[in-house]
Structure formats: C-alpha cells, structure tokens
C-alpha cells in the first residue's frame, strides 16, 4: 500500500479515482464475452479449459484490520489484475492455435514477447513453418 507513503497526494489519489473505477464496465463485458468465447471455441480447437480461479482471485477483501474502501480496492484489483491475466492466457492458446509465428525482430526497437512465444517458429522462416505444419 505504497500510498500510504504519500498523504500529501491525497487529493491526487481522488481525482485518480475518476480513472480507474470506470473501466470496471467494460472489464465486465469482457469478462463475459471472453467466457463465451473460452467455453465454446476451446472445446472445438480440442484445447482445455483454462481454469479461471488459477488467475483471478478475490480474497484480500476478508482481512479484518483493512478499512472498507481498501477491501473494495482490493476486491477490485483482484478481479481487474486476474482477469487481465486470465485474458492473456485465453489470448495466448488462441495465437498458439491459430499462428504460432514469433514477430519480427526490429533491431534498436524494445519487445517484450509472451512466455508462449518461445515455441513459434522464427519470424520469415518458411522452412520451419513447413516443418511445424507438418509435424505429428
């Protein structure tokens, strides 16, 4: 709880929540258009379900020594830092179903590519996507 550090900025902290409470709306929609998408196109790819407790949970909230707005702060950070991780993962065996090319590499450019994109093939590398594609 690194504000707390910093109760100078605590009309800057109210002012902060004007950003970031309202994306919890479309975070949401997300939320539900991801699960539709997770439990119908997951079992047609033959891929499993990905386990949604694993990536987001909501449990700081019962600690009785926090205050009320810091348990509904971290009810929200558990739910909006989860689901963006839950999201990434749906995401990633998504691209890993459908490409599994890495992107290019730009010399002097900074890219910080997925864990999962370690097992695609190289960037331009037509022989090693023959190969993949013809794996068994």
Known sequence: MEYRKHRERIPKHLLSLLFIYPPLVPMIFLDLFLEVYHRICFPL????????????????????????????????????????????????????YWCSIQHKKVRGEVFYPPEHHKDFVPYGDKKALNAFLHEK
């Open 45 to 96: 790819y033959g891929y499993p379900y990905v386990k949604r407790s694993a990536y987001i949970r909501i449990d700081r909230h019962k600690l009785s020594y926090l205050r009320w707005w810091q348990k509904l702060n971290c009810m929200y950070c558990g739910y909006a830092n989860g689901l963006v991780h839950y999201a990434t993962v749906i995401a990633g065996e998504t691209e890993r």
